[in-house]
């Protein structure tokens, strides 16, 4: 049985604030507790656990945030969890007018139990991606499920690629041409982890194992690396098939957004 008190100890002591290379066209900005993300399709914000103000101290630090991505009319997303202190840091953001988007379940597994080989059913192939064409159509896909534009995510994939193509893997599951699911492997150096994102399936092809032939992929490649210990933040139809893949939660996240209204 995982010690989930342990598991999310060293969540909390390693993948707070994201390690490793900057990618490509990215700048990383300190303010008090806070790292600001700059550069990006939108700007993000990421933190220790306890931000360690509270009141007129942590408003005047979140309005600091708003300004300043007012300045340069975009967006910003802040990430939180549900144990972070403050306790009131959501209401303090909900009431600077940063909208709450919904939860995720932040799950983590070991790479030895999630590393197999994958099954597909036939006609079906797992492949690493790479190249600016698969980076297009893993952008085309994912604006396909989602319902809205996620042509961003080709520019962040060959940013990352560019700036160390040791720290990311893409994959993609496809079938006459089609991208069926799209995956991919952020590894930090100098951490136990590596966070597992994308893992979008096409609707008409959930329920025949993509998602989980994706898994078993990518944990297998984490072991083989050294990599013990594997982070998603899982939506609710990822989130039952990652605990029978052997992940365990440890807490949940939320994203709150601000946009200027000039945007």
Same mark, same amino acid.
């Given at each position: 049985?995982?010690?989930?008190? !342990?598991?999310?100890?060293?969540?909390?002591?390693?993948?707070?604030?994201?390690?490793?290379?900057?990618?490509?066209?990215?700048?990383? !900005?300190?303010?008090?507790?806070?790292?600001? @993300?700059?550069?990006?399709?939108?700007?993000?914000?990421?933190?220790?656990?306890?931000?360690?103000?509270?009141?007129?101290?942590?408003?005047?630090?979140?309005?600091?945030?708003?300004?300043? $991505?007012?300045?340069?009319?975009?967006?910003?997303?802040?990430?939180?969890?549900?144990?972070?202190?403050?306790?009131?840091?959501?209401?303090?953001?909900?009431?600077?007018? $940063?909208?709450?988007?919904?939860?995720?379940?932040?799950?983590?597994?070991?790479?030895?139990?999630?590393?197999?080989?994958?099954?597909?059913?036939?006609?079906?192939?797992?492949?690493?991606?790479?190249?600016?064409?698969?980076?297009?159509? @893993?952008?085309?896909?994912?604006?396909?499920?989602?319902?809205?534009?996620?042509?961003?995510?080709?520019?962040?994939?060959?940013?990352?690629?560019?700036?160390?193509?040791?720290?990311?893997?893409?994959?993609?599951? !496809?079938?006459?041409?089609? $991208?069926?699911?799209?995956?991919?492997?952020?590894?930090?150096?100098?951490?136990?982890?590596?966070? $597992?994102?994308?893992?979008?399936?096409?609707?008409?092809?959930?329920?025949?194992?993509?998602?989980?032939?994706?898994?078993?992929?990518?944990?297998?490649?984490?072991?083989?690396?050294?990599?013990?210990?594997?982070?998603?933040?899982?939506?609710?139809?990822?989130?039952?098939?990652?605990?029978?893949?052997?992940?365990?939660?440890?807490?949940?996240?939320?994203?709150?957004?601000?946009?200027?209204?000039?945007?």
């Amino acid at each position: 049985m995982a010690d989930t008190a !342990e598991l999310l100890a060293a969540y909390d002591a390693q993948m707070r604030i994201p390690p490793g290379v900057v990618p490509t066209g990215v700048t990383h !900005e300190h303010d008090g507790p806070l790292l600001r @993300i700059v550069g990006e399709h939108m700007g993000r914000i990421r933190a220790e656990r306890d931000l360690g103000m509270t009141g007129a101290d942590l408003d005047r630090l979140i309005m600091r945030q708003r300004d300043y $991505f007012a300045r340069r009319h975009e967006p910003v997303e802040w990430k939180t969890r549900a144990h972070d202190l403050p306790a009131e840091l959501p209401e303090r953001l909900t009431a600077a007018g $940063f909208e709450p988007w919904a939860p995720s379940a932040v799950l983590i597994g070991e790479s030895a139990d999630v590393a197999a080989e994958p099954v597909l059913p036939a006609g079906v192939v797992l492949r690493r991606a790479g190249g600016d064409d698969d980076f297009r159509r @893993i952008a085309d896909q994912q604006t396909e499920v989602w319902g809205f534009d996620c042509s961003w995510v080709a520019a962040d994939l060959a940013s990352r690629m560019s700036a160390d193509p040791d720290q990311i893997t893409i994959w993609v599951v !496809e079938a006459d041409g089609r $991208f069926l699911c799209t995956a991919w492997s952020h590894y930090h150096p100098g951490t136990d982890f590596v966070a $597992f994102l994308g893992g979008t399936t096409v609707a008409d092809w959930r329920g025949r194992g993509l998602y989980r032939a994706t898994l078993a992929a990518r944990g297998r490649e984490a072991a083989a690396r050294g990599s013990r210990l594997l982070h998603v933040d899982a939506s609710p139809d990822s989130a039952p098939i990652l605990r029978r893949a052997g992940f365990h939660q440890i807490t949940t996240s939320r994203h709150y957004q601000w946009t200027p209204p000039s945007v």
